[in-house]
């Protein structure tokens, strides 16, 4: 159901409102569908698990309606799956404040809802929720306080991470039996295929998904899957790899639906899915690559063996984080699956042409291993509290 003016969401809190606190989620989209992506899961988490009324702000709803086709770009106000969405502008977050406000991924509330937080005679728990990261500093720094420079208020510091003392990932109860059905039922990997339009994969073939950021690394797989022993087919979102797909097949923009053939390589674009569909192309693939934050998670849940692109930063600021990732990720690898996974790794984050066939048939080669360890990597990050219930625990702490 979508609204496009103010509803009874607006009305006056209730007696029922008062005993379960509100929530503001306020994201900015910095690069496509990262930061939205991991915002709208846990809006939909807080609402579906939680019984909590959630209102996310959000200053770009045509990337948001990407990954959630249920959203009208052209509406400040709607609801979708329990959550309110808000159009996010100077001109319309003079609401009242909600009683738990996360501020996602550093994005900097406006000063006019700042200043009725402090107005408001209520206490709040205002949240930073930070970006996901394996660094040990993590475990420290998460929870920390910083009190506001002029107002009589706190924010505080949430960090994701890997360890008990981080605050965890974002893990649907729904999505668990989800995932496992699916991937133990071939009828339903191949009624996903089909929706597709996409044959069921043959004997012997790798299906392979790839997101990532522009990475001219894409050209020397390509090269090395069209020649490789095994048929590869790989999917590619639309909008994705668009130069190297038309540099390697001399084609010019390559559309969603269509189908490029060299050697042993298949690509197909396919149109972008939102995030449910998503989450099953991560299940049905045999190798998935990944980049930023909402699909690095989601690769690794889905318990297929991945690639991660991190997001480039200046000065090589990436690399720390993707290195203590791999040093926590390989820990419990062979020895020289570890190591091959960490070449593959790092050659596919340089962006040239050093991710060459040597080093993916130097991957390929411990396929066993590496599927192995991610189905037991999976089931140890989901055996741990997530992210969405330690964050209500923490702040309805705050709210005491």
């Known amino acids: ?28 989209v910095v690069d496509n569908f990262g930061d939205i992506g991991v ?66 991924f550093a994005c900097e509330l406006p000063s006019n809802y700042v200043d009725a937080m402090a107005k408001s005679g209520r206490r709040h728990a205002w949240v930073n929720l930070e970006y996901l990261s394996a660094e040990e500093w993590v475990d420290s720094h998460h929870g920390l306080p910083s009190p506001h420079p002029r107002l009589p208020l706190i924010k505080y510091f949430f960090f994701p991470g890997f360890s008990q003392r981080a605050g965890g990932l974002l893990v649907e109860k729904r999505w668990l039996a989800q995932r496992a059905i699916f991937q133990e039922a071939v009828q339903l990997r191949a009624d996903f295929w089909r929706e597709l339009g996409i044959p069921a994969p043959e004997k012997n073939e790798v299906r392979i998904s790839l997101f990532c950021y522009d990475n001219n690394a894409a050209l020397s797989l390509f090269t090395d899957w069209a020649k490789g022993a095994n048929p590869v087919v790989c999917l590619i979102p639309e909008g994705v790899a668009m130069t190297q797909i038309d540099t390697f097949f001399g084609v010019t923009q390559p559309e969603k639906g269509k189908l490029f053939k060299k050697g042993n390589l298949i690509v197909r674009v396919l149109p972008f899915l939102e995030q449910d569909e998503y989450d099953r192309l991560l299940w049905a693939c045999d190798f998935n690559f990944v980049r930023g934050e909402d699909s690095f998670i989601r690769a690794q849940l889905a318990a ?28 419990d690898l062979p020895q020289s699956t570890g190591v091959a996974l960490t070449i593959f790794f790092e050659a596919w984050n340089t962006g040239g042409s050093s991710a060459s066939l040597a080093d993916w048939e130097s991957l390929w080669m411990h396929r066993d291993a590496l599927e192995k360890h991610a189905r037991e990597w999976a089931n140890r990050l989901i055996k741990k509290e997530d992210l969405t219930t330690k964050l209500v625990n923490f702040c309805n702490n705050k709210l005491k």
């Not at 948001?64 to 319309?92: A, L, T, Y």
């Not at 297929?304 to 040093?327: D, T, V």
């Open 39 to 104: 915002c709208w899961r846990l809006a939909r988490q807080l609402a579906a698990e939680h019984g909590l009324r959630v209102r996310l702000w959000t200053n770009d709803l045509i990337s948001f309606q990407k990954i959630n086709p249920e959203i009208d770009p052209c509406s400040p106000i709607q609801v979708s799956q329990d959550v309110e969405i808000r159009q996010w502008g100077e001109f319309n977050v003079a609401v009242d404040p909600a009683d738990v406000v996360i501020e996602a």
């Open 304 to 331: 297929r063996p991945m690639i991660w692109q991190i997001y480039p930063q200046e000065a090589g600021a990436h690399w720390p984080k993707l290195s203590a990732f791999l040093h926590r990720y390989c820990a």
């Open 1 to 28: 159901m979508l609204l496009s003016k103010q509803t009874h969401l607006e009305q006056e809190t209730s007696t029922s409102d008062i005993v379960q606190p509100r929530w503001d989620i306020f994201s900015t």
